[in-house]
């Protein structure tokens, strides 16, 4: 900017030298840059916001969210700038402790003086790990197989024992039916077809009563 003290010396070999020190000012609106405009955090963490500004006559500098509204050191915000050399650089910080749902989004430092002012932005967005769900079953055969493996019992919090084939396809009384529904019901799945429910016991149990039967020969 070519501001600073200035120092004009004269000098013709005799004493005393003339010395004249002069100071040049330029005024000169905000200019602003932003190193990081867009970071990822997980929640919990801490993150550091930063912002950079040159600007004289020295110039306002603070921060608001996206939708305008001001930001002000509390627990949740820490707000510092930093004087550089020359003076009329600053360094904004801004810190926000504990990410939160409601903290991710879009971030503005602002500088103002009597000549402009100026105004950059940083996104923060969630950068924690996916949600890890397992897809809902796609065949008939798969819903039958997720229906038949071990049910966790919310009410007496408990685990079931499989149900047997005959009480799956509903041999083994009235209460069979039902349970097999309710089970259904508590797995959110769809209600199963006779066709599907005969079709899955054969596919799981006829080469078991295969074996069965090829030890049987072997022994008698």
Not at 25 to 30: A, E, G, M
Not at 112 to 135: A, F, L, Q, V, W
Not at 192 to 199: C, H, K, P
Not at 210 to 220: K, P
């Amino acid at each position: 900017m070519g501001m600073g003290a200035y120092l004009c010396i004269a000098s013709n070999g005799y004493p005393p030298t003339v010395s004249k020190r002069i100071v040049v000012s330029v005024d000169f609106p905000p200019m602003l840059w932003i190193p990081h405009q867009l970071i990822g955090a997980a929640r919990g963490k801490t993150v550091v916001l930063e912002c950079y500004t040159e600007a004289h006559p020295a110039s306002l500098n603070y921060w608001t969210r996206g939708d305008g509204n001001m930001i002000y050191d509390s627990e949740k915000y820490h707000i510092e700038n930093r004087i550089g050399n020359p003076e009329y650089k600053i360094h904004m910080l801004l810190t926000v402790r504990y990410m939160e749902e409601t903290d991710f989004g879009t971030y503005r430092c602002v500088a103002k003086n009597p000549r402009g002012e100026t105004d950059g932005s940083i996104k923060i967005y969630d950068s924690g790990p996916p949600p890890t769900t397992s897809p809902p079953p796609t065949t008939e055969a798969e819903m039958f197989d997720k229906i038949n493996n071990q049910v966790w019992d919310l009410a007496d919090n408990r685990t079931r024992k499989r149900p047997s084939p005959l009480a799956v396809s509903g041999h083994e009384g009235e209460g069979t039916q039902g349970e097999r529904i309710e089970m259904e019901e508590r797995l959110n799945l769809p209600a199963l077809s006779a066709n599907a429910v005969s079709l899955a016991l054969a596919h799981h149990y006829c080469p078991l009563l295969l074996t069965l039967a090829l030890i049987a020969s072997h022994l008698y």
